[in-house]
Structures are given as structure tokens and as C-alpha cells.
């Protein structure tokens, strides 16, 4: 059964002994769900290749579909991206941090595994102070896909977490619901010119004046 740690969501202060103890626990290869400002999550080691399979289990997911990663910069995303395009810098300066997901060419650091041997990797900035701590804190990027199981409704709450994933988790940290209503929003940049493949928490309004028409 999952251990429920309950953190306060904007006061740092207070995050000391959560932080070390999730970036612990993620860093011996265990598998987190903590909120985002989407949904709630699940933290993990993308490098460690039986913490991503673990986090494959727990979602109940297949292993033909990428798993997200959350950084904590540019810079960071920068690292995990091969040859990204002009556009990626200008659409991760405008909407990040934020509910915007943009699908690259992985470079050599991202395990095949975590893309689902596409060699293309989503990366995200999230806006929500505590992810963006547990990234600093793990000293890593994190897996950010939602912390649900497959083709079941995203959890905006620890509550609705453990009801899906309690049994499966060591670990929910619990900020209480998540700010976001929708996912966030995808947009595939492998293509010229750029392709929204899932709408969300950025419209295609905001986005249209960047993306070629398709």
C-alpha cells in the first residue's frame, strides 16, 4: 500500500524532508506519484532502465508508447534533444513553464526503452513549483506520464491516485487537487513546420501563429 505524505504546494520551506525522502526513493529506482500542474504524475529515474519498465507495470501501459519526461530548463531539455529545431527554442521560451509537451528527435541520453524505440522523446517544463523541486532535488529529469492506469481517467487528486495506483506505489505525495483541467497540450516537431497532436492546456489559438498550416 502506498505511503500518503501530504505537502503543502507553494511553501518550500516545508519540503525539506519530502524532497529527500521522494528523491531517495526515485533515485534507488521506486517509482513516485506527485502532482504536476496538469494531473498527477509518476516521478521516475528515465535513465534507469528497471525504474522505467517498473512505471510501464504500474501504468499497466504498453511498451510501444513513449513515456513524457519534466525538466527543470531549457538547458536540461536542451541536453536530452538531438539537433532540435529553431522552433522548439521558440515555442519552449513562450510557453514554458507550462502545459505544453513538445515531441523531439531523443538524443543519445534518453534510453531507447522511454521512447518506445521511436527515438523520439516528449519533453515538458511544468509550471507547478513542487515537480519542478523534485526534478532538482532527484538531480535528474523525472518520467512525468500521469499517474493513472492505461486508458483510464487522469487522477487530480492523491485520493483518485490511490484508488487506481495505492496498491502498486510506495509512495503519493499528496499537494491536494492539481490546478489543471486539461493535459497538456502535444505538439510533434519531428515534422517541419510542426503538428499539434493532442489538444490541451495551451490552445491551438496560442500556437497557430507558430506552426505551419497543415
Known amino acids: 500500500m502506498a505511503e500518503i505524505l501530504k505537502v503543502h504546494p507553494e511553501d518550500p520551506s516545508r519540503w525539506e524532508f519530502v524532497l529527500e525522502y521522494s528523491s531517495r526513493l526515485i533515485q534507488s529506482g521506486k517509482v513516485v506519484a506527485f502532482p504536476t500542474d496538469t494531473f498527477y504524475g509518476l516521478a521516475a529515474d528515465p535513465f534507469n532502465l528497471a525504474a522505467v519498465s517498473e512505471v510501464f507495470r504500474i501504468k499497466r501501459r504498453t511498451p510501444d508508447r513513449p513515456l513524457p519526461l519534466l525538466v527543470a530548463s531549457l538547458d536540461q531539455a536542451a541536453d536530452l534533444a538531438l539537433d532540435p529545431p ?13 502545459p505544453l509537451t513538445l515531441i523531439v528527435p531523443a538524443s ?8 518506445a524505440n521511436t527515438g523520439k522523446v516528449g519533453l ?8 519542478v523541486a523534485m526534478i532538482g532535488a532527484a538531480d535528474r529529469p523525472l518520467t512525468g506520464t500521469s499517474a493513472n492506469v492505461s486508458d483510464q481517467p487522469p487522477c487530480s487528486t492523491a485520493a483518485q491516485v490511490d484508488g487506481q495506483l495505492g496498491r502498486v506505489l510506495p509512495l503519493i505525495l499528496d499537494a491536494g487537487p492539481t490546478k489543471g ?27 497557430k501563429e507558430f506552426l505551419e498550416p497543415s
Do not use: H, M, N
Open 181 to 207: 483541467k486539461l493535459p497538456s497540450t502535444l505538439v510533434d516537431l519531428t515534422a517541419s513546420g510542426g503538428r499539434i497532436l493532442r489538444q490541451g492546456g495551451v490552445s491551438e489559438k496560442d500556437l
Open 86 to 98: 529553431r522552433l522548439f527554442f521558440t515555442l519552449a521560451e513562450k510557453f514554458w513553464p507550462g
Open 108 to 115: 543519445r541520453l534518453v534510453p531507447f526503452k522511454v521512447t
Open 124 to 131: 515538458r517544463w511544468p509550471r507547478a513549483p513542487l515537480a
